[in-house]
């Protein structure tokens, strides 16, 4: 496993680079890699609030030091794009408003997911705050976006025929369902808790099932995917099981850590939660999920304590 992580490097081509993680700060690693190799950037970096990335902190600074933190980011960033790449930069609402400006002067920005986490503290002097941002940008005018990819099957409520036939839904086994086309409003998306199997201490982890939506709908297999704060290493994990090359840089060596030991469970557990059959599900709908994998062949969960 220490194989696959590289200390801050010099100057490694992209093959050297492909399926390791990089142990570094990405503003002193980014200049040091090739250019205009990356087909897909996901990018989820320090909102611009305080907080303790274990041992590390980030500090909030204030709206201007942060929008030319960031733009300095994307600077060193773009240059690894090719031409034809696509951007995903995850953000909080405040944060929003700092990067936008930043985002509309490099890329052309082609729309804002929005996503409900099921988690977040209540509020008494405000709205609960349970939602955040995704910007989808591409490089240039030309980008690849797979929409039949990421479609999500929904259970139909109130089943509609003509002439006795379901009209835009399908009658199964375990219900009746439709696939809808994603909107840009998430709220099928469940924050890792204690009993999955991607679960990790990282504070702001992002599921593997969301990171999967953006691999799908804007890279294809064998393109190669990149993740400049990869955290635990969700990006790298999704990639992984979805058959697209990928690289990280993390600061933290135990995250590094923590990311290489779920690359390499994923070298025998495929599965991700709320993903099936080539289709993502609805949340609670698991016991559905199940009764379709088990027709197909069942896969064993493992843990990050299993191996």
């Known amino acids: 496993m220490a194989s696959q992580l590289i200390e801050e490097p010099v100057s490694l081509s992209v093959d050297e680079i492909g399926g390791r993680v990089i142990h570094g700060d990405t503003f002193a690693v980014l200049p040091t890699l090739p250019s205009e190799f990356v087909d897909l950037l996901i990018v989820d970096p320090p909102y611009n609030l305080s907080k303790n990335y274990n041992g ?10 942060y929008s030319k933190w960031f733009e300095s980011f994307i600077l060193k960033a773009k240059t690894i794009l ?10 909080d609402w405040k944060t929003s408003v700092l990067i936008a400006p930043v985002l509309e002067k490099y890329f052309h920005i082609q729309n804002r997911i929005t996503w409900e986490r099921e988690k977040g503290r209540g509020a008494k002097s405000n709205w609960k705050n349970n939602t955040e941002d995704i910007w989808f940008c591409s490089n240039t005018k030309n980008y690849y976006f797979n929409v039949d990819a990421v479609k999500l099957k929904r259970k139909v409520i109130a089943p509609y025929r003509v002439n006795g036939k379901p009209k835009d839904w ?9 696939l809808t086309y994603p909107s840009n409003i998430w709220s099928d998306i469940s924050i890792p808790f204690w009993s999955m199997p991607e679960n990790t201490d990282h504070p702001t982890q992002k599921p593997e099932k969301l990171i999967a939506k953006l691999i799908l709908a804007s890279s294809k297999e064998g393109d190669f995917v990149f993740d400049p704060f990869l955290g635990s290493g ?12 990928f690289s990280g840089i993390e600061q933290n060596l135990e995250y590094c850590c923590w990311g290489l030991k779920r690359i390499e469970l994923a070298e025998s557990d495929y599965e991700i939660q709320g993903y099936a059959d080539g289709v993502f599900w609805e949340r609670n709908s698991l016991n559905a999920q199940t009764k379709q994998k088990v027709s197909n062949g069942s896969r064993k969960n493992l843990s990050l304590f299993d191996v």
Not at 82 to 91: F, G, L, Q, R
């Open 170 to 178: 399908d009658e199964e086994k375990g219900g009746n369902y439709r």
């Open 82 to 91: 090719k031409p034809d790449a696509t951007v995903y930069i995850c953000s």
């Open 56 to 65: 590390h902190l980030f500090k909030e600074k204030e709206k201007e030091d």
């Open 234 to 245: 969700t990006t790298a994990v999704a990639a992984k099981k979805l058959h697209r090359k």
